[in-house]
């Protein structure tokens, strides 16, 4: 097991990585005052787990899934903590993948103005983003992470273990996370295109920690997400977000690769990423996804982009683009070049599917 902190304004948080951090940390926090919550699928899974690790401990459970990811559910989860007698001393511990972390950790933020978040994420996309750098939120108006604050978890918990139930696609959707790693750290990318199987546990175990390192001294730096180092973060995903409000078919790291792939066209055509690195990282696409498949309506998907929170008008898109090794520059289009563009690669992805 490996430390890491990360020292902010706000918190220190402290990140434990590696197999045997469940079983080293998570029963340090039996016996204070605790609430968990989980969803629907982990609670079939490790129902047993939590009860062993924090004894008999008031635990909500979310319906499993993006679409639980709302202040409905948050008013019930601020609810429960109530029922259940929770004062200012409590903590939440976040058990599961990135729609608990993200949801729970906006139900911490707010309860009480602050308990104490400890998170414990159980899909690779959670424990390699998610869970790591304090952002909470709900999806709103049919806008992702619409409503939402900055709230560092005072420990996080990152075991493999939780890997070998996750079923192939959750895999695919944290490689999602990672491959944007990729992008935007040379030595990862290296890691990367040198691994015959990306899709190897033990691969996936050491890159963990390489992609929260990356993301560590991203936070540290711009934990509020005002200073451009914490946006290039967002690789692939103002595309991918707005694809993944309209299709919701596949994971959020499925359509962050999606994102990613229209917009290295995007940076392409506008001038501003070479041929021969965009491949690299398509190639890597390819290896996780197979083939990019082509939206029914690129178009009408992606003029929700023009609602993400990167814009700062919503006439025009902006978006971190990858140009080189380890580099990304903003790129900002209007709204109707950018959908024009986007209808433009999702021919070109239909004309090479025939
Ligand atoms: P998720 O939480 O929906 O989990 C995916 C699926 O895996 C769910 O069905 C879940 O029940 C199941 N699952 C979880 N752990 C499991 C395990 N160990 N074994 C078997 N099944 C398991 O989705 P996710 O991909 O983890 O997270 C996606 C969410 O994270 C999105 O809402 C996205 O916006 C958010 N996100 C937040 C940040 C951030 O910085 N806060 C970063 C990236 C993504
Ligand atoms: N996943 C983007 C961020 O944490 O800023």
């Known amino acids: 097991m490996k430390t890491l902190k990360i020292d902010t304004p706000s918190c220190r948080s402290v990140i ?93 933020a707010l309860y009480m103005r602050g308990v104490r978040l400890v998170q414990i994420p159980t ?3 959670a424990q390699v983003d998610s869970s790591v750098g304090g952002k909470t939120a709900v ?18 918990i990152v075991d493999p273990r939780f890997l070998s139930t996750l079923p192939i696609r959750e895999i695919k959707c944290g490689l999602g996370e990672i491959v944007k790693y990729g992008a935007l750290n040379g030595a990862i990318l290296d890691r990367l295109t040198a691994c015959s199987d990306i899709f190897d546990l033990s691969f996936l175990e050491g890159i963990t920690y390489d992609c929260i390192a990356h993301k560590a001294r991203v936070v540290e730096a711009d934990e509020r997400d005002e200073g451009g180092a914490r946006a290039t973060l967002n690789v692939g995903h103002t595309t991918g977000h707005a694809f993944e409000l309209y299709y919701k078919r ?31 990282l398509r190639d890597l696409i390819a290896r996780v996804l197979g083939r990019v498949p082509a939206p029914v309506d690129a178009a009408e998907a992606a003029a929700r982009a023009r609602y993400d929170k990167k814009n700062e008008q919503n006439t025009r898109v902006t978006m971190i683009v990858p140009v080189g090794r380890g580099q990304t520059q903003k790129l900002t289009l209007p709204v109707a070049r950018y959908c024009a563009l986007i209808g433009e690669c999702a021919a070109a992805i239909k004309e090479k599917a025939k």
């Not at 499993?64 to 109530?82: F, P, Q, V, Y």
């Open 16 to 108: 434990y990585c590696g197999r045997g951090a469940f079983e080293e940390r998570a029963p340090l926090l039996k016996g204070q005052q605790l609430f968990v919550v989980t969803d629907s699928n982990v609670n079939a899974l490790y129902s047993d787990l939590i009860l062993n690790t924090f004894g008999q401990v008031p635990v909500y459970v979310l319906p499993a899934g993006e679409r639980s990811k709302n202040l409905t559910k948050l008013k019930e989860i601020l609810t429960a903590m109530l029922t259940a007698g929770v004062t200012r001393s409590c903590t939440v511990v976040a058990f599961g993948g990135g729609v608990v972390g993200d949801i729970a950790g906006l139900a911490a």
């Open 123 to 125: 899909t690779l996309l």
């Open 139 to 156: 999806d709103f108006g049919g806008v992702k992470n619409a409503v939402g604050t900055f709230y560092q978890p005072g420990e996080v």
């Open 250 to 280: 596949l994971s959020h790291g499925q359509f962050v690769l999606i994102g990613m792939y229209y917009e290295l066209y995007l940076a392409q055509r506008s001038g501003c990423c070479e041929g021969a690195y965009a491949d690299v």
